[in-house]
């Protein structure tokens, strides 16, 4: 009867749906030597797990005191850093406007248009196309102002 529960336990625990109790009962009979044959290839598993629960980490872990830290990070040189990461930006906007320069002289269409009404038209879909950004835009900003308030709240600023 014992063996029948055990296969099904490790069935159940192949298909993730063993409890803890369950997982503690296949841990208990793995580490035990009456472990029938057919089921001897599951006794690594359950034994390294069983291994693994037991290690603790021992090596000591060095805090250095603040004021040392704020030393060791102005040792790193970080004023070069940000001059490169300006650099490499700087490079990545000029690259930018280098390849699409020609594209934006090419686009001198102004949209002019002879009939008033036509304009009119046009008008009134470039200013609901730029009302939806602007309320995108908006949301965003809602968005932020309750960030504010709950980050005031909680560090009661």
Do not use: C
């Amino acid at each position: 009867m014992e063996l029948n529960k055990i296969e099904l336990l490790i069935e159940k625990y192949f298909q993730g749906e063993t409890s803890i109790v369950e997982e503690n009962e296949l841990r208990t009979y793995f580490s035990s030597l009456n472990v029938a044959q057919h089921l001897e290839q599951y006794k690594p598993l359950f034994g390294y797990l069983s291994l693994a629960a037991d290690q603790k980490f021992a090596q000591e872990i060095p805090l250095l005191p603040i004021p040392k830290l704020r030393d060791e990070y102005k040792k790193r040189n970080v004023p070069w850093l940000s001059m490169a990461a300006s650099v490499i930006v700087l490079m990545g906007i000029g690259t930018y406007v280098y390849y699409n320069y020609e594209d934006a002289n090419s686009k001198q269409d102004l949209g002019t248009y002879d009939d008033p009404e036509v304009a009119f038209r046009q008008t009134q879909k470039a200013l609901a196309l730029l009302s939806n950004h602007v309320n995108v835009g908006i949301e965003s900003v809602h968005y932020i102002k309750e960030y504010q308030e709950s980050k005031e709240l909680i560090f009661k600023q």
